[in-house]
DNA sequence: CCAATGACGCCCA
DNA sequence: ATGGGCGCCATTG
């Protein structure tokens, strides 16, 4: 499953007051279009106490809703407390937030 | 191997 | 703007 173990690593290099979209992930992942297989590891996420899901959200910066972590609210809040700015939309503002990838996508984990 | 699933993304009515 | 539908891909049963 080196995909999913991909996307883990990947995901858990976004620093705080940023985030990232799906697509983005599975780009960096290898895979342009994996955004829906990057969804459902994100989903399991094993290692939700290493991984940072909550800094992954839509290419539109509209938070996952349904089942995101108890509630858009409490991602919003988490994303909030990191520093991430929201629009009066209640998205996040991607002009400012989106995560700029270094260079590492691997390694250290 | 085949069918179903899902925290996506995009196009069209 | 909203809603519905289709395609993508990895993972799971």
Redesign the pocket.
């Known amino acids: ?4 173990k991909r996307v883990y690593e990947i995901v858990r290099q976004i620093p705080e007051g940023k985030v990232a ?3 983005q992930i599975a780009f960096l992942a290898g ?1 342009w ?13 094993p290692y939700h106490g290493k991984v940072p ?2 800094r ?1 959200v ?3 910066g509209r938070l ?1 809703a ?4 108890g509630g858009q609210g409490v991602q919003r809040q988490l994303l909030e407390g990191e520093g991430v700015q929201f629009t009066v939309d209640g998205r996040v503002d991607m002009e400012k937030c989106c995560w700029h990838p270094q260079k590492a996508t691997e390694k250290d984990f």
């Open positions: 499953m080196g995909f999913n979209f799906y697509g895979v279009r994996a955004s829906r297989a990057v969804g459902y590891a994100l989903h399991r996420n899901c909550h992954v839509f290419k539109d996952a349904g089942f995101a972590f």
